[in-house]
């Protein structure tokens, strides 16, 4: 697959500077560090939430800045973790004096520098929520290893929403793990795709063969098995992740993500789609905000992931708030 | 590249189910043909917009329906017009009363169809108006004989407002026509797609081959080249829209869309946009109104188109008009 860009060394620089130019009323760049900022920064006396990662998911990280979403973002390189000036730069941005979440992926990288750049940013008023809803990339028993993907849009949502309220920092910070608990995503890779700059992708899938649970980052997942038809791969994923589901089940209404991941075309997500609303409603299960589109990506790699959230009256309400960004918008 | 479907047969119709179940509250099925109807229907006194096109181009064209968008939609199979009675129900699915434009691209089926369904349909009062914007279809002389691609989501969302404020079915076609006569498209495509059910690519390009002007059904473009840097192609397509722009550019002032034709990451849409951007302030240009990411597509076709809609007062009025569709929504 061929590249549209200009050299590797350049690709997160451009495609920052892209973003930029095309929601200039929603995000602008931080003045250190590769960091992007919310415009009009954290209003007085809110909990402000920073987040990052590496870049290659868009719309992750840096598309989820806006009103009821996430205030800042610290950029890696591709699939790589942002440097320590960037999350030192990303938490202050954040900061408008209650406090800021930092809310991110489960991944070694973002963790190390989040952690030590919590030390040294201007502010101590901090808590850390990761998201970690891959149910293929640790068993239930360690749960708090998987590691995090498309559900952490939820997470954004929800806390975001809960800040706008004007909830404390704590508040926000157990509104964002409680997200996260009900919160269950499994992926399946068709193709893979290559970093800049490579010659080779980063994990090799035959003609015929799908992974399920295939990582954002080629990290291997739990079968590869012969392509098979759209509603069987669906049941098997849905069955998965309705296994996994939170002890307190009662209010049985579902927050719905298939998503794809990159390369899958829209029409292939919408007949993914309708499976999984018609087995979910077979179980007894309500779909409500249901989301079907390009949210977590890996570049080029085809194929999908969905993502199940267990909701609560609470974090429906919050879900279901006004919102903006420009990927996710509830008016 | 594996398809994520159940069956070629059932590709279309299973899309449309899955849509359907994720937009409940602005779209719905047609009782008839194979169409889809805005929500609510056409207020009564209010001129309708009904549209349609094969299938395999999401969001074109079923995904525009929406208040200040499109009001009703007929869908063929993947990359053939719709059918002569599916035609006739989105006629009739639009009528509020006070007349109905249809507002589709100019390719032959298509035609044949809604001119013989305008006969047919319950009501008299019909305009049409064809998108023509792909330069590389036809010469600047025979501009009518242009096909239309993803140029026609302005004209959806100028007519659309137009015709919310209550106009005249003249007024609302004049509108639709005078934005197809601004509005211009290049595409670029990098790798070609493939029909469900068959086995080979409907345009096979080479590895380090990018095809200028390539269609959106594998049309031939304007010339076939080694791959070249995101600035260098960016700067060819540019050139040439602006080579095309309207007599009447006293404005200055532009709509952009860089528009992914299916397995484009979005990051390489950013990198485009960028260089797109800065040439047009560059030459003189305000870029108002961005737009970024997957607006009219061919399925898992590799590459990207870039279409200017050169401004007057009054599109740019219409065009920044509160609007609600899946896949553009104006706050």
């Not at 808590?127 to 891959?134: H, N, P, Y």
């Not at 998503?259 to 075309?265: D, F, K, Q």
Request: charged share 25%.
């Amino acid at each position: 697959m061929k590249k549209f860009i200009n050299a590797p060394e350049s690709y997160v620089d451009d495609m920052l500077t892209g973003l930029v130019m095309a929601h200039p009323d929603i995000v602008r760049k931080g003045k250190q560090g590769r960091t992007l900022a919310r415009c009009g920064g954290v209003p007085k006396g809110r909990v402000g939430i920073a987040t990052g990662g590496g870049a290659g998911h868009l719309p992750l990280f840096a598309g989820y800045l806006g009103e009821g979403f996430a205030d800042s973002c610290a950029v890696g390189n591709v699939f790589e973790g942002p440097n320590l000036q960037s999350c030192v730069d990303a938490i202050n941005l954040a900061d408008g004096g209650s406090g800021v979440l930092l809310l991110y992926g489960n991944y070694g990288g973002d963790r190390m520098n989040f952690d030590m750049a919590s030390k040294l940013a201007a502010i101590n008023d901090i808590e850390t929520v990761l998201a970690t809803d891959d149910i293929a990339s640790a068993s239930r028993e360690e749960m708090s290893q998987r590691r995090g993907v498309a559900g952490i849009v939820f997470a954004y949502k929800a806390a975001g929403a809960a800040a706008r309220t004007g909830a404390s920092l704590k508040d926000v910070a157990d509104i964002a793990r409680r997200t996260v608990a009900r919160t269950r995503t499994i992926g399946l890779g068709m193709k893979s795709c290559r970093l800049p700059g490579a010659t080779d992708e980063i994990s090799e899938l035959r003609d015929d063969e799908v992974e399920l649970g295939l990582g954002i980052h080629g990290e291997p997942g739990l079968w590869r098995r012969p392509m098979a038809s759209a509603d069987a791969l669906v049941d098997e994923m849905i069955g998965r992740l309705l296994e996994e589901g939170p002890d307190d089940m009662e209010h049985r209404r579902l927050a719905v993500m298939v998503n794809g991941l990159g390369a899958t075309p829209l029409e292939e997500l919408y007949i993914a789609f309708r499976r999984a609303g018609n087995v979910l409603t077979e179980r007894g299960l309500d779909v409500v905000m249901p989301l079907v589109g390009a949210f977590a990506t890996s570049m080029e790699m085809a194929g999908l992931s969905v993502t199940l959230c267990f909701l609560d009256d609470e974090l429906e309400k919050l879900l279901s708030a006004q919102a903006n960004c420009p990927f996710w918008s509830v008016q």
